[in-house]
């Protein structure tokens, strides 16, 4: 075979390995060609069809943003997908999101895709709907917000893989965010609403050419140029901008103490990958390093807390606590939210109040609201407190889950029916420390932040 053949041979052997590596790709469309048969729509009333396989949607008034969402969960994927959207709208691309109906009677919420053609300029950028507002915010990154194309299509490649999601606008690297705040959910499409703008009447957002790729996902992801946004221990870019503090940074004991001590325990408790954890005694009740409190008192505050339960586990975050009240009785005494494992520990079927003391209760006075959104043993829930003019909210996982008033005659009579009977004044003290309970048994804290609140009073 001479030269000339042995090159047209092998150029065709490649051609054809090209094509064939092009065409194993997994990939699977998402639209059909003239229906929108596996998607529903959540939220408002705008519409939606399918014109030979690409998706309009259209604005209608009087009515909050909608969302035409995927029948189908995904965890972890790629999606690759093309939008065009008129210059006046905003609209977005939902990824693992969900639709509850103990959230805030089943608005949809969770990461959102930012489709953003204002002046801001931040498509592909973050955004987390109905929860935590923005997380990865397109601030900084110029290169992104020039990639939009004004009234033409627009592709994005969106890879949520573990904790991390990466965007990409036409081509060009616009979020890198890792955070583990939710594992799965559908995918959604959304028509923002348009309030009282009636110029925005019967305007169009369209996408086309969606496809997902759900497996060998580590053969063809890409690697990004950015450096991520790492939410763990950080405070997100919207808390930063709205008075929230780290109370622990992650990686010392700075800010703490033990609680009958003047430092941090010397055992008991440890520090591994950003975890403030307690370590297993075997449930003897401050065996080994004893509560930990804050350094610093606090009066009107908001508090978030992410607590991890081992099988059979008891904890508790206590609040408005005086170590010096008690000094040399063992005793922190202060309000506390339970954390419990229900199922396997007996605490929760004591109490001096029926169900005072499962995961979320007012400790021994109030019981939280038995549907409680709480993820299983072994995964991370949020606790979160606030306590302004007395009035105080427990919530798990972004729901209120139980709220009272301090110093009400409800409350005094149920101080009165319980265990802190004995103890003067129980949970009226005007500013108090922050307090985790070592109880002997395996529980882990990170994210832990406060923002201290002003009295509505003044």
Request: charged residues 25%; hydrophobic residues 35%; proline residues 3%.
């Amino acid at each position: 075979m001479n030269l000339f053949l042995k090159i047209v041979v092998l150029v065709i052997i490649l051609c054809c390995s090209c094509k064939t590596k092009t065409k194993t790709i997994p990939w699977e469309s998402l639209f059909s060609k003239n229906s929108l048969e596996g998607w529903n729509i959540k939220g408002g009333t705008a519409t939606y069809k399918n014109e030979n396989g690409t998706i309009v949607g259209t604005t209608v008034p009087n009515t909050p943003n909608t969302f035409l969402c995927s029948d189908k969960i995904y965890n972890n994927f790629i999606l690759e997908i093309d939008f065009k959207v008129d210059p006046v709208m905003n609209s977005g691309i939902q990824i693992r999101s969900n639709s509850l109906p103990y959230y805030r009677d089943g608005m949809v919420h969770g990461y959102q895709v930012e489709i953003d053609p204002s002046k801001r300029a931040w498509s592909g950028g973050i955004y987390d709907e109905k929860r935590r507002l923005w997380l990865n915010p397109l601030k900084d990154n110029i290169e992104a917000q020039n990639a939009f194309k004004q009234n033409e299509w627009n592709h994005y490649r969106i890879e949520a893989i573990g904790d991390t999601i990466k965007t990409w606008v036409n081509g060009i690297a616009a979020s890198h965010l890792i955070d583990d705040k939710t594992a799965a959910g559908f995918i959604g499409l959304q028509v923002h609403g348009i309030g009282k703008h009636t110029d925005r009447l019967g305007k169009q957002t369209m996408w086309k050419n969606a496809k997902i790729l759900t497996t060998e996902l580590a053969k063809y992801s890409k690697k990004s140029p950015l450096e991520p946004i790492i939410t763990k221990n950080n405070l997100t870019f919207q808390e930063n901008r709205t008075g929230w503090k780290m109370l622990w940074d992650g990686k010392t004991t700075n800010g703490w103490r033990g609680a009958k001590l003047a430092k941090f325990p010397e055992k008991g408790w440890s520090i591994e990958n950003g975890e403030l954890i307690v370590e297993e005694t075997g449930g003897a009740e401050s065996a080994a390093g004893g509560d930990i409190v804050t350094t610093k008192d606090y009066s009107n505050f908001e508090l978030l807390v992410d607590f991890k339960l081992t099988a059979g586990a008891n904890s508790g975050i206590k609040y408005y606590v005086d170590t010096e009240i008690n000094k040399g009785t063992g005793s922190s005494i202060g309000l506390e939210y339970q954390i419990l494992d229900d199922e396997l520990h007996e605490d929760a079927k004591r109490g001096s109040h029926e169900g005072s003391r499962t995961v979320c209760s007012l400790y021994d006075l109030i019981k939280a609201d038995p549907i409680k959104p709480l993820k299983p043993i072994g995964q991370w829930n949020t606790a979160y407190i606030k306590s302004i003019d007395n009035h105080v909210e427990h919530w798990v996982n972004d729901v209120k889950v139980l709220e009272y008033e301090r110093g009400s005659a409800e409350f005094l009579k149920l101080v009165s029916e319980s265990k802190y009977a004995k103890w003067p004044n129980f949970g009226l003290l005007e500013k108090g420390q922050i307090l985790l309970q070592d109880h002997g048994d395996k529980v882990s804290f990170r994210n832990i932040k406060i923002r201290v609140a002003k009295s509505k009073k003044n």
